[in-house]
Each structure stands twice: as C-alpha cells, then as structure tokens.
C-alpha cells in the first residue's frame, strides 16, 4: 500500500466518528422536528374543539333568550346552527380516525339540542310558556348538557394525553437513544483513533525510524549493515535507494581500499624485486659457467638445479612486477577465440604431461570484444594454470564462449574456464582475488588479482564458482567491442 494511501485510511478513520455524530445530530433533529409538528396539530386541533364548544353554547344561550321574551333570538338560531356546523365540520375533517367516534357523539348531542329547541319554540308559540322553560330545563340542562360535558371530558383528556404528554414521552425516548448512540460514537471513536494511529505508526513512523536509526549506522561507517526494506510505498522506496547507494558506496570504499593496499604493496614489491633481479642474474650466470667448468656429474645436475631455481624465483619476480607496475590500457577490438587460443598455445605440453583433456565451445558468430589483447591473454593464461594446478593427476578442462549480457544490461561475451580439480571451500571463495592470496607452497597469490585487475579495467568482470570436490569454474564477462551488431545465437545472462 503506497504512504498516501496509508495515511488516507488513517485519517479516514479518525474522521469517521464526527461523521456519525454529525448523521446522528440531523436524525435527532427530524425526530424533535416531527414530534413538535404532531404537537402542534394537537394543539391547533383543541383550538378548533374550543370554538365548537363556544359555538353550542352560543346556540343553548339563543333558546334561553327566546323564552325569556327576545324575539329576535328566533331569526338567530337557524345563524348558530350554521356556525356550530362551520367548526363541526374543520374539527371533524382534522380528526385521525381513532377519534372519529368523538366527531360522532357531538354531532349527536348538536341534533338533539336542535330538536329540543324546534319542540320548545313550538310550546312557547303555542303560549304554553311554562311547559317550554320545564322542557329546555329538562332536556337542555340536564340532560344534554352533561352529556356534552362527558364528552367534552373525554375530548381534552385525550389532548392532554396525546399533545403534551406524548411528545414528552417522545422527546425523552429520543434524548435517551441519543445518549446511547453518543457513548457508542465515543466507544468507536476511542476504537477508531487507536486503530488509525497504529496504522500510522507502523505504516509511517516505524519504518521512518528504522531507515534513521539505519542511516545513523551507515553515516558512522559501517558500510556493512544490512538495510532491509520491509515496506512497499515511498518509504521503502526510500530504504531500497538507500541500500543501492550504500552498497555502491562499500563497493566503492572496497575498490579504493583495494587500490590503494595495491599501490602501496606494488611500491614495495618493485623496489624489492628491483634489488632481488640483478644478484639472480649474476647468480644464474656463475652457475652456468660453473656447469661448464664442472667434470662430476653430481655437481653439474646441482648446478643445474640451482639455474632451475633461479629461473623460477626470476618467473616469480616477473609476476610481483608485472603486478606492481601498471602499464597503461591500450584497448584493441579481438575475437574472444584468438584469445583463448593465444593463451593456450604455451600449455600444450603440460596439458599432455598433466593428462588433462581441454574441450573448447566456440559459439559461432561471436561479436568482437574490446580489450588489451596482451592482458587479456595473461589473465587467461592465470587461469588456465590455476585449473592446471589444481589438477596434477589429470582431468578435464573445458573453456566455451558465448554471447552474454552484463550486468548492467550491456552486450557482450562470457567466457567459462571449468575444470574438473578438487574445488574450492566455499570460505575462501571470496578471498581468492586477494593480492597475495594463496593456498599453495610455490604460489605467490597474485595470478587471479591480476586476471581481476586486467578484466575489469577492459570494463568486464571476473566471478569464480565451485562445487567442492567436483571443480571450479571461472567465469569472464566482457563488453562488446561498440559498432558491434549482436549477431545472434543463444544468448544468456553472464
Ligand atoms: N581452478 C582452481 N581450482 C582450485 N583452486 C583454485 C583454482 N584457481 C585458483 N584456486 C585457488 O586460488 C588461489 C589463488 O590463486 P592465484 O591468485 O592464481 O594464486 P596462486 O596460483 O599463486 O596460488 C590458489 O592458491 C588456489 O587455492
Ligand atoms: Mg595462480
């Protein structure tokens, strides 16, 4: 997962929990909201009841105003009756159905009020003035008139109950699940942080820290620690470039090590074998002259045995100056098989005397390599000794070229050296270009330093494998010559 991303889940997480606040605060408001609006029904509602009631009693005061001697009071009845109706009416249509049967018992009580008064007007026009007040006592105030109150109880009871205090009830539900729903919000966000910080630290913090403490170790010198780039975002990225460039750095500080113990152990090595030459050669002479001179066979086989030495202390002293004294690199275009070939033209003998069988695979067409052909053909022959060496009881030698790429990707050639001698411990493995390095009493351990040495300044590279007891193999891979077109048969990777 990339940085950005990391970091986007992380605050991602810690804003969920405002979120819900935010969805819970805009579902608590719907909720108040819809309560309040009930109530407010409700209560325009008892409104509307109100002036029914006020209407009714109006009428009732019209019946009580005829009999008690105002005529007008006749021409104003049929007026009430249209009022009553009037609020009747928006009262009962605003009513949910539950309470419809209330709608119906008023209406009741406002047919018989409007049958009673048509009795009563009729007594009181027929004169019978006492029969009618005894009548509206009778009918109006005690019997419909309670009867409207019952109702009436009944009418606000119900508002009470369903305005006010239901939406107290309500309002309290909602504040209670709100509670609820807030310390669960709290939970989850408590939940969220931890979890969003912990992705933080270890998806960021951990490895920042990691690469500091890392660099901190490289910064003070030590090139061989090991950086390991355990994320895949930028941060790893980061630690991978880090490692590339501090592996390029050890290599680097390995090669300027390298030169320089090569520059100071070539000082010495030419001054030292400068004094050694001239006495060898003065010995070497004596003792010639000497064989000449000589009639007993025993002494002139020694003297002969003293030349031998001389010339292989001579042989050695060549190699310490060869090493020590870097000519300048005169590059050439060759063919990888001339070189083999040239390298190989000295061994035929010892070949035969070592009973080694060499088997050499060309491939064919093969590019041209860029390289000092001298050097090379040293560098080759250093090798083609070491494989000798290392088989005194005969063995097999196998060399084969082919087409390669380098490391870094560039064309070139590879050139393999396998012999079938007894291998090479994998410890010292990495020892063996090592000026000096040796494992053998008559060697001077500096054949594959040079063979190094002159491959890579030609810009190839040297790398030697083995499996103990079963050989070793030198690998060379060296750019190709440029202008060269790959010609191509099998190619593989050097
Ligand atoms: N083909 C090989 N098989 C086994 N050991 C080898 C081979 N080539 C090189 N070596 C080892 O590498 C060492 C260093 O080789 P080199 O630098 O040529 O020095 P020298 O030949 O003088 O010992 C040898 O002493 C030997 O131990
Ligand atoms: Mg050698």
């Known amino acids: 997962m990339t940085l950005q991303r990391k970091l986007l889940l992380g605050f991602s997480l810690m804003v969920v929990p405002a979120l819900l606040v935010g969805v819970q605060a805009v579902r608590t408001n719907g909720l108040v909201r819809g309560t309040l609006e009930s109530l407010g029904e409700r209560l325009a509602r008892s409104r509307t009841y109100a002036e029914v009631e006020d209407a009714m009693f109006n009428q009732t005061q019209v019946i009580w105003r005829y009999l008690g001697g105002d005529p007008a009071a006749r021409q104003e009845f049929p007026l ?3 009022v009553v109706d009037y609020w009747l009416d928006r009262w009962a249509a605003s009513l949910p159905p539950d309470e419809l049967h209330l709608a119906a018992g008023v209406r009741g009580i406002e047919t018989d009020i409007r049958s009673v008064a048509v009795r009563v ?46 939406a107290f009830t309500q309002v309290a539900a909602i504040v209670d699940a709100e509670r609820r729903v807030l310390w669960g919000i709290i939970g989850l966000a408590l939940v969220a942080g ?91 002479a004596a003792a010639q002259l000497a064989q000449h001179r000589v009639d007993a066979p025993a002494a002139r086989e020694q003297l002969g045995a003293i030349v031998e030495q001389v010339d292989r202390l001579d042989l050695r002293i060549a190699h310490l100056l060869t090493f020590s004294r870097p000519t300048p690199f005169r590059p050439l275009r060759e063919s990888a098989r001339t070189l083999v070939e ?23 067409p093969l590019p041209e390599i860029r390289v000092d052909p001298m050097r090379l053909e040293q560098a080759l022959t250093e090798i083609v000794s070491n494989a000798l060496d290392a088989m005194p009881e005969g063995g097999k030698l196998h060399i084969a070229t082919r087409l390669a790429d380098g490391d870094g990707g560039g064309e070139g050639v590879a050139l393999e050296l396998t012999d079938t001698g007894p291998g090479i411990p994998a410890e010292i493995l990495p020892n063996l270009c090592e000026p000096f390095f040796t494992t053998r009493p008559e060697g001077t351990g500096l054949g594959l330093a040079i063979a190094k040495r002159y491959v890579e300044e030609a810009g190839g590279r040297l790398a030697i494998t083995s499996t103990p007891g079963r050989g070793a193999t030198v690998r060379i891979w060296l750019p190709m010559a440029s202008g060269e077109a790959a010609a191509a048969p099998a190619r593989s990777h050097a």
Do not use: C
Not at 225 to 235: F, G, K, M, N, W
Not at 244 to 273: D, F, P, W, Y
Not at 342 to 364: I, K
């Open 80 to 82: 009430t009756e249209q």
């Open 121 to 166: 007007f009729k007594l009181h026009d027929a004169g019978q003035h006492a029969a009618a007040a005894v009548l509206a006592r009778q009918e109006l105030v005690e019997r419909l008139q309670p009867a409207l109150a019952e109702v009436n109880r009944e009418i606000y009871r119900r508002a009470r109950e369903f305005s006010v205090q239901a």
């Open 194 to 284: 931890l979890v969003a910080s912990w992705l933080i630290a270890r998806g960021v913090a951990r490895p920042l820290s990691e690469l500091q403490r890392a660099m901190a170790v490289v910064g003070a010198g030590d090139l061989d620690h090991e950086i390991q780039p355990r994320s895949r975002d930028e941060i790893g990225d980061l630690a991978r470039a880090f490692a590339r460039m501090t592996e390029q750095l050890r290599q680097s500080h390995a090669q300027l090590v390298q030169s320089e113990k090569l520059a100071s152990i070539g000082q010495m090595a030419a001054a030292v074998a400068h004094g050694l030459r001239n006495p060898l050669a003065s010995l070497r």
């Open 342 to 364: 040239g390298a190989l033209s000295g061994f035929s003998d010892l070949l035969r005397q070592r009973h080694v069988e060499l088997t050499l695979t060309f491939a064919d």
